[in-house]
């Protein structure tokens, strides 16, 4: 009669599937790995088997050669293997595949980027991904690649919800803001994101900073949490909200400050805020009553 090797048992020394009933080996060369976590530095090196994860945002995504710097050479060192040195690194760093020097030239805008807007390095494996993707959609050629790198990261800053807008990134890196609001839709409707909207609370810190009416920030903010729920306000954009919150908070504390001063710094009109503080004020007098 036929065995149906019903009965399998598993030597891990000798990593054979052994049949108990007939003694057939059925599986030779077997190797499991248990894992397991480690919470000492002795069990981190027994149970690590891998080296870093891929990160988009290094060169060759982390997973190249490090050659170290010339700093690290001995003084002793012969001029050979100086030369030597100095030859197998210069071929180490140079990139002859023309993707990964588009990458290469994407990582260095959003380094630039980055500094310039004061924005968390943790975020730059995310930008890293969009722009990526932008490549394999084929929408930056014929186009400026620094204006998608802002928009990219105006994207970024909107998914983590720092508050950063079109008109702050325009002005920090020195571009036209049309066009990286532009530029920002193309890549939205392109590539189907769905960025969430802009919260005034975000940026209301840093307009009463640049208007210089930071002692109003906690009437400010109570404002803006009794406007929640009322789309007649709510549906406007969101410097528009802020705009009209701060004047109608510095008329109720007879502050001077004009509709004229409002819309040079947060870069909207007078009429706006004009609208915008009368609904505000709608709002808030209904609410005492």
């Known amino acids: 009669m036929k065995c149906d090797h019903s009965q399998k048992e598993y030597d891990s020394g000798r990593g054979e599937t052994v049949c108990k009933k007939c003694g057939i080996v059925l599986e030779d060369q077997k190797i499991i790995v248990q894992e397991s976590r480690s919470f000492t530095e002795e069990e981190r090196e027994r149970t690590e088997r891998t080296g870093n994860p ?32 100095f030859r197998l690194n210069k071929w180490n760093n140079r990139v002859s595949d ?11 805008e959003f380094r630039l980027i980055f500094a310039s807007l004061d924005i968390p390095n943790s975020l730059k494996e995310e930008a890293m991904v969009l722009y990526i993707r932008s490549l394999e959609e084929d ?41 990286l609001g532009q530029y920002y839709k193309y890549i939205c409707r392109e590539l189907d994101l769905d960025v969430p909207r802009i919260k005034p609370i975000h940026i209301l810190d840093y307009y ?45 504390e007879l502050d001077s400050v004009t509709q004229g001063r409002m819309s040079r710094v947060v870069g909207t009109t007078e009429v706006t805020i004009r609208k915008t503080y009368r609904a505000v004020e709608q709002i808030v007098e209904n609410e005492h009553i």
Not at 139 to 167: D, E, F, Q, W
């Open 208 to 252: 009463l900073s640049e208007t210089g009416l930071t002692r109003y920030s906690g009437e400010c903010r109570n404002v803006i949490k009794q406007l929640e729920g009322f789309p007649e306000v709510t549906s406007k954009a969101p410097r528009s909200i802020v705009a009209g919150v701060i004047y109608y908070v510095c008329h109720d």
């Open 54 to 85: 891929i990160k988009f945002s290094k060169s060759k995504s982390g997973l190249g050669s490090y050659m170290g710097s010339s700093g690290n050479i001995s003084a002793s060192t012969s001029g050979h293997k100086r030369s030597k040195y």
């Open 98 to 108: 023309h993707k990964e020097r588009k990458l290469n030239d994407g990582r260095d």
């Open 139 to 179: 929408l930056i050629n014929g186009r400026s690649r620094n204006l998608m790198c802002v928009a990219i990261a105006y994207i970024v800053c909107r998914n983590a919800g720092i508050p950063r807008t079109l008109k702050m990134c325009s002005e920090a890196l020195d571009v036209d803001s049309q066009k």
